[in-house]
């Protein structure tokens, strides 16, 4: 063998292990968390630091990366085959092909690769440093490359890109949702679970609007203001709220909002008679909203008035009903009770599996609290999706079939449907094959 062939080999070899590298830092800056460099660089590590800066190059990056890949492959398959047609003549062409393809396929792809896979970010931090040195060194070659690419994309109509911040909300759902179910499917942990529906609604809050968390109309307990003020007085300490609405004439026209806390000062200042307490004058202006205000404005609106009550009104201007500050409370953490809320079961399981619940509970209570996935874009309660999607006002006995469940109507006062029997469809057929 001449000294030829030696250096060839060396070569040859020299060029594996280039090319291995390239491999695995491809895998593993890519593979790495974007999140997890993010915190360890607000830590102060100085290599997050420099991975952060190639990832936030990304093209540039991979455009290095498969230069450097491809030109060291290349060059060792060129090598190969030239030693081995000295060796063997025109069927070492044949050989060169093989041989490279199984050790370029083990020792710089697989083998690297699934290296990078096992120990990602420890890789990664490694590898960062040399990358930045190749990506300046090589910097100018692959902007002539990023140039050409950039020109034919846009030829083939490829070259627009995904709007960034719609995908970086999808893809912190998908996380949210992977992450969280695998941990409760390993754990069997409830906490999990919640844990991950109020990282959905916090996700959410952009999106719904205050009319599908809001206390409709039809549950508001309101004042009239022209009673006699001991009766409002009475009224007042026997409602377990500490603000309610004060009406003039008709029961919309909202004139105010009265403070249990401030009736109580009026009453204890005022001197003599309380007949002559005006009641109007103690309570707040009231804070009308539209019903398609979304809950993270309405958040920050309550949080710059410093107020935690708003009266919702639809596009006339009629009232539909009220939010206050603790139901987008709830609609983050779930449900929060204290000593002086009245417990309304508007949800009755049956043996049978099925649930009988009442016309006025909302669809995203439903969905937090079974999983379900019943759609809340034209309706807000399960009342309101039933007289939706039937286009007609049912009566008791009817029965629907969509979205996966039957909803039969069990009551129904004048045009509203006061309880609906809900059953998953997938549970009776579960059931009937188990009784078949």
């Known amino acids: 063998m001449t000294t030829a062939m030696i250096v060839s080999l060396v070569a040859i070899v020299i060029c594996l292990v280039l090319s291995a590298f390239f491999s695995g830092s491809e895998t593993a800056l890519t593979a790495a968390s974007r999140p997890l460099m993010h915190e360890m660089e607000r830590k102060g590590d100085s290599r997050a630091v420099v991975a952060n800066g190639l990832l936030a190059k990304r093209e540039r990056l991979i455009a290095t990366i498969l230069l450097g890949n491809n030109l060291v492959n290349i060059l060792a398959s060129s090598l190969a ?122 996700l959410d809050l952009a999106d719904v609007e205050v009319s599908e968390i809001m206390i409709p109309r039809g549950k508001l307990v309101t004042i009239d203001a022209d009673q006699p003020t001991a009766d409002v007085v009475k009224q007042v300490l026997a409602s377990p709220y500490t603000r309610i609405p004060l009406w003039r004439g008709k029961s919309d026209n909202i004139v105010g909002i009265l403070h249990a806390k401030a009736l109580l000062r009026a009453v204890e200042a005022h001197s003599g008679d309380i007949s002559e307490l005006d009641v109007v004058s103690i309570a707040s202006p009231p804070w009308f909203i539209p019903d398609a205000t979304r809950l993270l404005d309405q958040l920050q609106a309550f949080r710059q008035r410093r107020e935690h009550f708003a009266l919702v009104v639809d596009e006339y201007g009629v009232l539909l009903g009220i939010v206050t500050l603790e139901d987008i409370l709830e609609e983050i953490v779930g449900d929060i009770s204290d000593e002086h809320d009245i417990a309304v079961s508007g949800v009755r399981p049956q043996p049978d599996g099925s649930y009988v619940i009442d016309g006025g509970v909302t669809i995203r209570d439903l969905n937090r609290q079974f999983d379900w996935n019943l759609p809340d874009q034209e309706a807000a309660t399960i009342a309101g999706l039933v007289l939706h999607e039937s286009r007609t006002i049912p009566d008791p006995g009817q029965t629907f079939l969509f979205h996966g469940f039957r909803f039969e109507v069990l009551r129904r006062q004048r045009n509203q449907l006061t309880s609906i029997r809900v059953s998953p469809i997938r549970d009776e057929a579960a059931e009937a094959d188990a009784q078949a």
């Open 81 to 202: 085959t030239s030693v081995l047609i000295v060796l063997f003549g025109e069927g070492g062409v044949a050989i060169a092909t093989l041989v490279m393809t199984v050790l370029i396929l083990i020792f710089s792809e697989i083998l690297p690769k699934t290296y990078a896979l096992t120990h990602t970010h420890r890789m990664a931090l490694g590898v960062a440093p040399v990358m930045r040195w190749l990506v300046m060194v090589l910097g100018p070659l692959t902007a002539v490359i990023q140039g050409i690419v950039s020109v034919v994309l846009r030829l083939i109509g490829g070259g627009e890109r995904p709007h960034t911040a719609t995908m970086a909300l999808a893809e912190l759902r998908g996380a949210i949702e992977m992450h969280t179910a695998q941990a409760a499917e390993a754990e069997g942990d409830r906490t999990i679970v919640h844990e991950r529906a109020m990282l959905r609604s916090v």
